[in-house]
C-alpha cells in the first residue's frame, strides 16, 4: 500500500502517531501535512512495545490517525492492538511488505505460529496439528487463519 499524502487525508484529521519496527526508516517519508506528528520507533513487536503502542494510543484524543511500518508480522500485530484501542480501518494507515513471514491462528487452541515460508503449511506451535493458511487476515487477532491442512482425508 503506498504512503498517503496529508492532502490525502480527510479533513478534521488531530494528528498522526506514525510507529516503525524494524530497521527500516518506515514512516519517515509519510506526508501529514501541517498535522501533529508523535514517531515512535521500535525494534520489533513485543508484548513490551506492544504495551507501550496501547499506553500513546490510550491517551491521544479523537480523531488521530495511526500509521504502522515495518514487517509484516509486527505491523499486524500493532494493527490488532488499534483495533482493540477503537481504531477503525479508515483510522489506520499500514505499510509492510507482505513477502515476509506470517502470523498464523490456529482455530483449534487459538494459539499463533509464525509461517517463515509464506504459502507453505505449518505445524501449529500449541497443539501441533498441521495448519494450512488463507488470505483471510484478521485485523483482530492481528494473523492469518489457518486450518487443519489434511482434516478431510481419511485416518
Given at each position: 500500500?503506498?504512503?498517503?499524502?496529508?492532502?490525502?487525508?480527510?479533513?478534521?484529521?488531530?494528528?498522526?502517531?506514525?510507529?516503525?519496527?524494524?530497521?527500516t526508516g518506515g514512516t519517515a517519508e509519510h506526508d501529514t501535512g501541517s498535522q501533529p506528528r508523535h514517531d515512535l520507533r521500535f525494534h520489533s513487536a513485543t508484548p513490551q512495545t506492544l504495551s507501550g503502542l496501547r499506553n500513546v494510543l490510550g491517551t491521544s484524543q479523537v480523531g488521530v490517525r495511526l500509521v504502522l511500518a515495518?514487517?509484516?508480522?509486527?505491523?499486524?500485530?500493532?494493527?490488532?492492538?488499534?483495533?482493540?484501542?477503537?481504531?477503525?480501518?479508515?483510522?489506520?494507515?499500514?505499510?509492510?511488505?507482505?513477502?515476509?513471514?506470517?502470523?498464523?491462528?490456529?482455530?483449534?487452541c487459538h494459539a499463533t505460529t509464525v509461517d517463515r515460508l509464506?504459502?507453505?503449511?505449518?505445524?501449529?506451535?500449541?497443539?501441533?496439528?498441521?495448519?494450512?493458511?488463507?488470505?483471510?487476515?484478521?485485523r483482530r487477532k492481528g494473523a492469518y487463519l489457518g486450518y487443519a491442512a489434511h482434516a478431510e482425508e481419511a485416518s
Open positions: 500500500m503506498p504512503p498517503a499524502t496529508g492532502a490525502g487525508l480527510e479533513p478534521g484529521f488531530r494528528g498522526v502517531i506514525c510507529a516503525s519496527f524494524g530497521a515495518g514487517p509484516p508480522a509486527d505491523v499486524r500485530a500493532a494493527a490488532a492492538v488499534a483495533a482493540d484501542c477503537g481504531l477503525l480501518d479508515e483510522e489506520v494507515t499500514l505499510l509492510s511488505d507482505d513477502t515476509g513471514p506470517r502470523v498464523i491462528y490456529c482455530p483449534h509464506a504459502g507453505s503449511e505449518v505445524e501449529c506451535q500449541g497443539c501441533a496439528t498441521v495448519l494450512a493458511t488463507t488470505e483471510h487476515f484478521s
